[in-house]
């Protein structure tokens, strides 16, 4: 069974919004986004833990991403919206860190279970 899955991708003007999914299958402490532009090391966007209300956000997008969960569906969303060409790409969802959170959420080899991704293509 795969252990996560991103939903939600597609096509979109600059300036709009797009909101995806990322479902899990196990209660993980921090559930996080990734976005790997074309040509582009992944880099953070987003991460949220389940069991509290922390969240943290990569600088280009804070103010205009809001990442969220729905624990009952174990679910966890990105919504993004003035979105920039800059965008564009593959966003994957992260899970089953090892490490110090608060310091290291954003190095991705700390974490050790992904999703396939979805493409995210944003037009100027």
């Known amino acids: 069974q795969v252990p996560l899955v991103e939903s939600g991708g597609g096509s979109v003007q600059a300036g709009g919004s797009m909101r995806l999914s990322c479902e899990y299958n196990?209660?993980?402490?921090?559930i996080v986004w990734f976005h790997q532009a074309p040509g582009k090391e992944r880099e953070v966007v987003a991460g949220?833990?389940?069991?509290?209300?922390?969240?943290n956000y990569a600088d280009s997008v804070k103010g205009r991403f809001t990442i969220s969960k729905d624990l009952p569906k174990k679910v966890v969303y990105l919504q993004m919206n003035s979105l920039k060409p800059e965008d564009t790409g593959m966003y994957y969802c992260?899970?089953?860190?090892?490490?110090?959170?608060?310091?290291?959420?954003?190095?991705?080899?700390?974490?050790?279970?992904w999703g396939e991704g979805t493409q995210v293509t944003v037009s100027s």
């Open positions: 992260a899970a089953d860190f090892n490490g110090l959170w608060h310091v290291e959420w954003h190095q991705r080899e700390n974490y050790s279970k």
């Open positions: 196990y209660r993980w402490n921090y």
């Open positions: 949220i833990a389940t069991f509290d209300s922390t969240t």
